[in-house]
């Protein structure tokens, strides 16, 4: 039983686009965080999100990206304007009450 | 920042045989996560540790917060073994606990049969 579900599980698109990625803890996770792998490379911090707000971001999220909590629930990860080098694996974690993180089974994007 | 260091980047090794990858780490730390990924892509937690030594079938996992480094043992490895393992160290250690994860490049294992 997943703890944590992303979708789409693959998504491509045109570069310039508009593409939102969705993540849904099974429980009420207080911290979220969002990470991406660039194929063959290793995985890397994007952002954290604590308390319905960005508590940390790296140099990659950049102002073409945007994170959400809409609804108290679900997490979404949002890309303005595509680009090629956006090409990756977006994982989404949370934290259980033990510390584990429990992460996605990830959203694969490719960009054209 | 955190530089978290793995070895070796890849081991082939018989079935049967005892397996160690290592990580190494630069800052404090709260904890020290061991993570397998799969072909597929998905990322499966293993072990998270802040001290000691954790074990769960034939996997074990150590860290010596001392010498900020950790290892993890397979023993008596199987084919379903073939994965990349990767190491991900928590910090640096922060008041609020929601301390982002630095992640190794991963270890690629392949067991044969």
């Known amino acids: 039983e997943p703890e944590v579900t992303q979708t789409p599980s693959h998504q491509v698109t045109q570069m310039g686009q508009e593409v939102i990625l969705r993540c849904v803890p099974i429980?009420?996770?207080?911290?979220f965080y969002w990470y991406r792998q660039i194929l063959g490379q290793k995985v890397e911090f994007l952002v954290s999100?604590?308390?319905?707000?960005?508590?940390?971001k790296s140099e990659i999220f950049d102002d073409q990206f945007s994170v959400e909590r809409p609804d108290g629930s679900n997490f979404t990860l949002k890309i303005r304007s595509t680009k090629l080098e956006d090409s990756a694996m977006y994982f989404c974690?949370?934290?259980?009450?033990?510390?584990?993180?429990?992460f996605g089974e990830g959203s694969r994007l490719t960009v054209l | 920042k955190n530089e978290v260091e793995q070895s070796p980047q890849n081991l082939t090794a018989q079935e049967g045989e005892f397996i160690t990858i290592n990580c190494s780490y630069s800052?404090?730390?709260?904890?020290l996560h061991w993570l397998q990924q799969h072909p597929g892509g998905g990322i499966v937690s293993l072990f998270m540790?802040?001290?000691g030594k954790k074990k769960h079938g034939r996997l074990i996992a150590t860290i010596n917060i001392q010498e900020k480094h950790s290892s993890l043992h397979i023993t008596a490895s199987h084919p379903r073994d073939s994965a990349v393992y990767i190491c991900?160290?928590?910090?640096?250690?922060?008041?609020?606990?929601?301390?982002?994860?630095?992640f190794g490049t991963g270890t690629r294992l392949t067991i044969i049969p």
């Open positions: 974690a949370g934290p259980s009450a033990s510390g584990e993180l429990f």
């Open positions: 991900a160290a928590r910090g640096p250690i922060s008041n609020f606990g929601n301390e982002k994860l630095t």
């Open positions: 999100f604590y308390n319905n707000e960005i508590s940390e």
């Open positions: 800052v404090g730390i709260s904890a």
């Open positions: 429980s009420n996770h207080l911290y």
């Open positions: 540790l802040s001290s």
